[in-house]
């Protein structure tokens, strides 16, 4: 008891740390921006105190849920420390290093700088784009070794406890739905892996499923592969493709999940992606999408998500805001769709019947 007490005050501390960290370099670096490049400040309606109380209770909320399904035993305590600490500290200072260049892209509205040498005929057209101003888009090595601590910023600390919802809603519904069938025969995708940091949380909890990523970009790939089959973990396997249309057999999967993808597709793209969801999935599988919470959910935060597509690059957001992506699903022929939120994410979750 006094040791679980001391790992969850262990975890408060981190999280808070991890906080404070998010906040200082957010100020700072506006405070430069004031000084250096008044005009690449976006126009956004100030942060009330109000709001920021209501923003500390959902982040209060996230971390209890996230202490309470570790012990509750979804996922390992030490999860909840994870991270290649090393590898962030060391490239942080490059983060300081390329906010000139995404200064420029903002001021100039250039949102479509992506490296010459790409291929750009094997990517849709949407995807060319500086997200988030990002350097390069997310189409080299230097963008894939910033990305993790950006969202990091990003989210004051609280990325992974977010992609962590997950996996709650998975093991139920793979323990309904597949409660035969042993861990290590259980196929789980993750689409639009990214740099994997949603598969580290999966290896966590599923140390024996054959676990695949798919992505875009062979750079973030790389980079995930470097994170994740380094040690004594089981072999995941990463693929480069497109979500909306994958090179993969059908009814390939018991499970997949999909996290901050959606808010950076086109409308149609979104629709692609569930119906491919779909085929893809065994018959009962589980699909687990999580995103920006939108419109509808929180009349309180309606106001950080406006500000959130004025500071940054997101040229779809706005529509999935609007998006009724619970229609989306069961027009593709998903079931049992139910959706949960946590501070800034929504997570859905459904079956194929
Ligand atoms: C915001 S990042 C999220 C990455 C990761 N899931 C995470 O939680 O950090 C969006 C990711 O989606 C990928 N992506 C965007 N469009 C895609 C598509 N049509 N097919 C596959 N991946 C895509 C990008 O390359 C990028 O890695």
Redesign the pocket.
């Known amino acids: 008891m006094a040791e679980s007490s001391l790992t969850k005050f262990a975890y408060q501390a981190l999280q808070q740390g991890k906080g404070l960290i998010g906040i200082a370099h957010k100020e700072i670096s506006t405070k430069i921006m004031e000084l250096i490049v008044p005009q690449a400040i976006p126009e956004t309606s100030p942060v009330t105190p109000e709001l920021l109380f209501e923003l500390r209770k959902a982040i209060k909320d996230l971390e209890e849920i996230d202490w309470i399904e570790a012990e509750n035993g979804f996922y390992p305590k030490s999860l909840l420390f994870e991270a290649p600490w090393f590898e962030w500290l060391k490239n942080y200072p490059l983060v300081w290093l390329d906010m000139p260049s995404t200064w420029k892209r903002r001021i100039k509205r250039k949102y479509q700088e992506i490296p010459i040498e790409i291929n750009k005929e094997k990517y849709?057209e949407y995807?060319l784009q500086n997200?988030h101003h990002q350097t390069d888009g997310?189409l080299s090595d230097h963008s894939a070794s910033l990305?993790?601590i950006q969202?990091e910023i990003l989210f004051n600390g609280t990325?992974d406890a977010m992609?962590r919802r997950v996996i709650a809603p998975l093991k139920k519904g793979i323990n309904l739905n597949f409660s035969g069938t042993d861990t290590s025969n259980l196929k789980i995708m993750?689409?639009?892996?990214?740099?994997g940091?949603?598969l580290q949380q999966l290896r966590a909890a599923f140390p024996k499923t054959e676990l695949t990523g798919?992505?875009?970009?062979g750079a973030?790939l790389k980079q995930a592969s470097r994170y994740l089959n380094n040690g004594e973990s089981e072999l995941v396997q990463l693929i480069q493709?497109?979500?909306?249309k994958t090179p993969l057999l059908k009814e390939s999967f018991h499970a997949i999940t999909?996290?901050?993808?959606f808010h950076?597709?086109p409308n149609k793209?979104r629709d692609n992606?569930i119906k491919e969801c779909f085929r893809l999935l065994k018959s009962k599988g589980v699909l687990i999408i999580a995103d920006s919470i939108q419109i509808n959910d929180s009349s309180e935060f309606v106001q950080v998500l406006d500000n959130f597509h004025r500071i940054f690059h997101e040229p779809y957001y706005k529509d999935y805001i609007q998006d009724n992506i619970e229609s989306k699903l069961s027009e593709s022929g998903f079931t049992s769709i139910k959706s949960d939120k946590y501070f800034m994410t929504k997570v859905w979750s459904a079956c194929k019947p």
């Open positions: 849709p995807y997200f997310y990305y993790d969202v990325a992609r993750d689409l639009a892996t990214g740099t940091r949603t798919l992505d875009l970009s973030y493709g497109n979500a909306e999909c996290v901050f993808l950076e597709l793209a992606v």
